[in-house]
């Protein structure tokens, strides 16, 4: 069974840092793609960051780009998510997938392995 497993979520203030972890299991990881999918209160699925297969290409979302960085341990079957210079814009829930950007979601529909997300707030 395909599984992630998304940790690292916490209250931060404005200005400060995280890291969010992804575990993954029951499928190839290191032949995915692998992006970050963020789900804002009553908003819709945003793609903050994705890598290829092997971690040597990536790509943001403007709202994050120069601040968050993706990387992955293919060794280790993880895939994290540096987040630095948060903002109250960035309060989400935050979840890993192995797909490639927007196409890992349909509108509301999930598509791909989705992990059960873990919660950012960024509040002073």
């Known amino acids: 069974e395909e599984q992630l497993v998304e940790s690292g979520g916490a209250l931060v203030q404005p200005g400060g840092s995280l890291k969010l972890s992804c575990a993954a299991s029951?499928?190839?990881?290191?032949?995915?793609?692998m992006t970050w999918v963020r789900q804002a209160p009553g908003k819709g699925f945003e793609w903050v960051a994705v890598t290829n297969s092997g971690g040597g290409t990536t790509y943001y979302g403007d709202a994050v780009k120069g601040r968050f960085t993706i990387s992955r341990d293919n060794a280790k079957n993880m895939l994290y998510l540096q987040l630095n210079k948060l903002t109250t814009e960035d309060t989400a829930t935050y979840y890993c997938?192995?797909?490639?950007?927007?196409?890992?979601?349909?509108?509301?529909?999930?598509?791909?392995?989705w992990g059960q997300g873990t919660q950012v707030t960024v509040s002073s």
């Open positions: 029951g499928f190839a990881f290191s032949a995915n793609p």
């Open positions: 997938a192995n797909c490639w950007m927007q196409y890992c979601y349909s509108g509301s529909s999930k598509q791909g392995t």
